[in-house]
């Protein structure tokens, strides 16, 4: 991007306290900030389940007292194209989707970024807790300072055009830190709670919102024998590892544990159900959509990897054993990985990449793995 205010940084302002503190933070460094609220959902149903307005005046509130101007943008369309639209597509093919991490990509890193350069900024900013920095003479995505509030997980899908003109301000500040800056700083939203979810969804319930877009075929809840159990609602409601809301009552003949979601039989329309967590663990997965953050590194590849942001890095191996996709195989098994969701690779605190989950097993004992 290119202005002839070379310090002209927009900063996405969701309304949230870490937004608001990135914006702080680029206004005392002397540049030029302005923010941009994004409304990426048309709440059309009358309900006050999507808290856009509120976030929007939360955003105003902190724009006036840091005397920056405030722009909005409506990409609600391009939001149910490029994001929710396959997130639909996912849960209907019975996969469990990730749109935060199509959403960094196709809104945040795309759209907001294509708005904010015609309006002249040079760079742009988000609330992410996420570092960019040169290593090795390459531009680099790294893990944010604060273990528990990183966020590169969600960024793995961005490329390097995407990163190379934004900023991370809070990259290297604790959580802690950037509550005690805004509540210094006066801002109204110092103790605002994070944002959870998605704002289309908001607090209602996940399955009552899904039954607004997808279809209802119920079918047999099986065991692992294949002995019926009951009868599931239909497979898009379903999440693998999920126990709660099977609706499994005493089973004669078995004992009183928790029923667990172990598969889906997509063909037969069955949903596979277990009392052994054990069942739920794996150590291999194949992985599609493949996105390195920059040249795609020689496989195999010693690294860590997760298949969720909140877990801790894994040690894996990671080979092309056809092309468009990799295997990943773990040293230890891996609880509940599910098809839809992202696998992300490190190579200590730097992210490499990572891509789509299309599915999971276990290593048979012929398969060599890598030293």
């Not at 969600?154 to 003109?165: E, G, M, R, V, Y």
């Amino acid at each position: 991007m290119h202005s002839l205010d070379s310090n002209h940084i927009i900063v996405g302002m969701s309304g949230g306290v870490d937004s608001s503190v990135a914006a702080l933070l680029l206004k005392r460094q002397g540049h030029r900030v302005s923010g941009l609220f994004m409304k990426n959902w048309d709440e059309d149903d009358g309900e006050p389940y999507c808290t856009a307005k509120q976030d929007l005046e939360d955003a105003t509130k902190v724009c006036e007292r840091i005397g920056i101007e405030l722009h909005t943008a409506n990409f609600a369309a391009e939001y149910w194209d490029d994001v929710f639209s396959a997130f639909l597509r996912e849960y209907e093919a019975g996969r469990t989707p990730n749109p935060d991490v199509l959403c960094n990509r196709e809104i945040k890193f795309k759209q907001f970024a294509r708005y904010a350069e015609a309006l002249g900024a040079d760079q742009t900013a988000t609330g992410h807790y996420a570092r960019i920095a040169m290593r090795g003479g390459r531009l680099r995505l790294l893990k944010g300072a604060d273990a528990g509030k990183d966020q590169s997980y969600f960024l793995q899908a961005l490329n390097i055009d995407q990163l190379s003109t934004a900023i991370f301000p809070l990259g290297d500040m604790k959580k802690t830190e950037v509550r005690r800056i805004a509540r210094k700083q006066g801002f109204h939203n110092h103790g605002k709670k994070d944002s959870t979810g998605i704002c289309f969804i908001g607090e209602r319930r996940f399955r009552d919102f899904l039954h607004r877009y997808l279809p209802h075929n119920p079918g047999p809840m099986v065991d692992e024998a294949g002995v019926t159990l009951g009868e599931h609602i239909g497979l898009p409601y379903y999440t693998r590892g999920q126990r709660q809301g099977l609706a499994v009552g005493g089973v004669a003949g078995r004992r009183e544990a928790p029923w667990y979601v172990l598969d889906k039989d997509m063909t037969a329309n069955r949903l596979i159900v277990t009392q052994d967590p054990a069942a739920l663990c794996n150590d291999r997965l194949i992985a599609s959509r493949l996105n390195w953050l920059g040249e795609p590194p020689p496989l195999p590849l010693r690294c860590t990897a997760k298949v969720r942001h909140r877990q801790p890095d894994q040690a894996a191996w990671v080979s092309c054993d056809k092309p468009g996709s990799v295997t990943v195989r773990f040293d230890t098994p891996q609880r509940a990985i599910t098809p839809g969701q992202y696998v992300c690779f490190y190579d200590a605190d730097i992210c490499l990449g990572g891509g789509v989950i299309e599915s999971f097993s276990n290593v048979e004992a012929n398969i060599p793995v890598h030293d």
